[in-house]
């Protein structure tokens, strides 16, 4: 996990980076131009930056030369733009970033060079202290904080290796009352199925530590197909991560 500055001037794109990022499990600040992208660079180094090339005020590429004369380009830079010349991208890189992403910015895309730039970290990356740190991908998850979920999650045998399909076929998950894990059977078929799916996806997000990649590979979702899910049913991952 990582401290990441977007630095946009379109607020669309800046609550859309800042909620995938979010999602992987960094700490995410944002500036809509660069005199704020200033105030917070010197608040506090970031461990990497995405710079928007075209701003109203100051382009990235100025307020990168501005980094670099003042000895503040000491964090990875990633410019971003949708108009830039091959010419932009190549002075951006000569002065110091280290990546250059087209717009609009495709998922793995933006996720990879995330990643490479923070192996480039020219700084140790810190783990904020009030992030809980994700669970191995081996780790058992926490029986405290599935244990909301009931019978819908270990005894119902979501994720349970010994339970057939993943369902646990015993009177835990079926009984003769008029709900089964907190679900009510009276429901109509819409509601109940979306509160099941609410369930499902809130346990594979507190199991894996709210990191959309592993819940996608998890669930067999596409990561688009994920983000649009949680969202139409109400699912915000970022607070589920604090709460638990």
Known sequence: MANILVVDDEMGIRELLSEILSDEGH??????NAQQARELRLSAAPDLVLLDIWMPDTDGVTLLKEWQRDGLLTM????????????????????????????????????????????????????????????????????QSLAPYGALGIAGGIGNPEAPNG?????????????????????????????????????HLIRENSSMTRVAERTGLERTHLYRK???????PGKLARKN
């Open 27 to 32: 700490v995410v600040v944002t500036a809509e």
């Open 76 to 143: 990875p830079v990633i410019m971003m733009s949708g108009h830039a010349t091959i010419d932009t991208a190549v002075e951006a890189t000569r002065i110091g970033a280290l990546n250059f992403l087209e717009k609009p910015i495709a998922l793995q895309k933006l996720l990879k060079a995330v990643q490479h730039g923070l192996t480039h970290n020219r700084e140790p990356v810190r783990t904020p202290a009030y992030i809980r740190p994700p669970a191995a991908m081996n780790e058992s998850p926490d029986a």
């Open 167 to 203: 369902l646990n076929s015993g009177a835990a998950y079926f009984s003769s009352s008029d709900n089964a894990a907190g679900i009510s059977f009276n429901l109509p078929l819409r509601e109940a199925r979306d509160a099941f799916e609410r369930a499902y996806f809130e346990y």
């Open 230 to 236: 949680l969202k139409q049913l109400g699912v915000e």
